[in-house]
């Protein structure tokens, strides 16, 4: 029997420094490492001894025989990663972590008094660098955040039901009881304290502040009534203090994503998921409100080039494919799209549409006549010819 990574792996890598024969890939010296949508147990080299399952912050890996339903599939996905690869060089088990710990110079002084550091921030960023402040230093650490609940956008961005997700804020957040940590929430630098005021208080100052602002297109018409940002609708279902319960309005059928990373996924997911599945979650009661009363049906998500540079992980896009009751569909007018498709191993499948001769920018047309589109519809109903079920070979 052997353990195999699923869906919600984020590469922190974690994984990788306990298991005590080097069979997970790639690590942090790899080429690939960062370049991969997951990491990938080898299945020929697995022990079976569970360390790695224990260790991940976000319950991704399990023994293939308690995959169930959607997660069934990444017993293939890990061991595709390896098909091609040759085998790793036999790892002598008395040596723990032969590929190299990565290592840090944390020479302080003997009797060098206890520095006082500040952290801007309490997501991921923010309480990695607490916690490797707290661990191997006896630094006193303030952390600040402008938000009243810590947590940065494992709160406020990942999506509901990513229980396993947002629960890696439970594990960041065991640092905020140490001793030598003080949290203040509620206090927005630049705002209540100026930089200077907060230097002038601490021995260093540490900004994880995130990327909270939209990114903005820049072309006519995306202020419209009707647009709203990622940004807007992430915070509007995970009930962010400063987004309304009306800042989302999901009166029509059809909602148009503009975008295919994770986080389009993300939105269209909810959309089309079944609200009564949603309410076993913690989605915001205004969101969830809105989503029974609402209209929509069908959810397009435009990608401007083709599937070889979809910006999602094949994971997100295999969860889509598994909603109940809802169908994605590829539009695959431009054969290239199926042939991309087809071409792809498990784990590397992406889903969107072709696009035209030249490239197809988010101006070339509407939905289905230009731009790549792929689209999650509930109820299941018929369709034009041209659209084709997605990962239909995988
Ligand atoms: C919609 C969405 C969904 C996502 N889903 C996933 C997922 O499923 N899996 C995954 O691995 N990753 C996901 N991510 C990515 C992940 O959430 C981010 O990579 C991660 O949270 C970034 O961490 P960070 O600490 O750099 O920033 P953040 O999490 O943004 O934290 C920054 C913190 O700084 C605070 N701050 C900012 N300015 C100030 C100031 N002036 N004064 C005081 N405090 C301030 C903010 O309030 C915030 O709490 C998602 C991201 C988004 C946007
Ligand atoms: S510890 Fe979990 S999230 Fe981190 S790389 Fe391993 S499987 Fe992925
Ligand atoms: S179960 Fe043990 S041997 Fe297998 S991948 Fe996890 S840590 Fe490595």
């Known amino acids: 029997m052997t353990y195999a990574i699923t869906q919600t792996c984020c590469n922190d890598a974690t994984c990788v420094a306990v298991c005590p024969v080097n069979c997970i890939h790639p690590t942090p010296e790899e080429p690939d490492f960062g370049t991969t949508e997951m990491l990938y147990i080898d299945p020929k080299s697995c022990i079976d001894c569970g360390a790695c399952a224990d260790a ?17 599939e990444y017993e293939a996905v890990n061991a ?53 402040l707290l661990l191997h230093t006896n630094a006193e650490v303030t952390l600040i955040d402008r938000l009243p609940v810590a947590g940065g956008l494992v709160r406020y961005g990942v999506a509901p039901d990513h229980p396993a997700t947002k629960g890696a804020g439970e594990s960041l957040a065991r640092f905020h009881t140490h001793p030598r940590a003080r949290v203040r929430l509620g206090v927005d630098i630049g705002v209540d304290v100026t930089p200077e005021e907060l230097s002038a208080h601490h021995d260093a100052v540490v900004y994880a502040v995130g990327a909270p602002s939209d990114r903005r297109l820049g072309i006519p018409g995306e202020d419209l009534p009707g647009s709203v940002s990622a940004t807007s609708l992430v915070s509007w279902y995970n009930a962010h203090p400063e987004t309304g319960a009306d800042a989302v309005r999901l009166s029509a059928e059809r909602v148009v994503v503009v975008g295919n ?62 909603l109940p009751g809802v169908d994605l569909v590829v539009d695959a007018h431009d054969p290239r799209t199926g042939a991309a498709i087809d071409a792809a191993g498990p784990g590397r499948r992406r889903c969107s549409s072709g696009r035209r001769p030249g490239g197809g920018g988010l101006d070339a047309g509407p939905a289905g006549s230009g731009a790549g589109s792929c689209c999650a519809s509930t109820p299941p109903r018929s369709r034009p010819s041209g659209p084709t079920p997605c990962g239909r070979s995988g």
Request: glycine share 8%.
């Open 80 to 132: 595709e990663y390896y098909a091609d690869r040759a085998p790793a060089a036999a790892t002598d088990p008395a040596v723990f972590h032969p590929w190299g710990e990565p290592s840090f110079d944390r020479s302080i002084p003997a009797g060098f008094a206890p520095i006082r550091v500040a952290i801007v921030g309490t997501g991921p960023a923010g309480m990695y660098a607490a916690e490797d």
């Open 56 to 72: 991940c912050p976000v319950d991704a890996i399990f023994p293939v025989d308690r995959l169930t339903g959607r997660l069934r």
């Open 261 to 322: 990373g994770n986080v389009a996924l993300d939105v269209a997911r909810v959309l089309v998921s079944d609200p009564g599945a949603l309410a076993r979650t913690d989605i915001a009661d205004h969101a969830l409100a809105a989503l029974r009363d609402a209209r929509v049906r069908e959810v397009v998500l435009l990608g401007r080039r083709g599937p070889e540079d979809a910006a999602y992980t094949a994971s997100e896009l295999l969860a889509l494919k598994h």
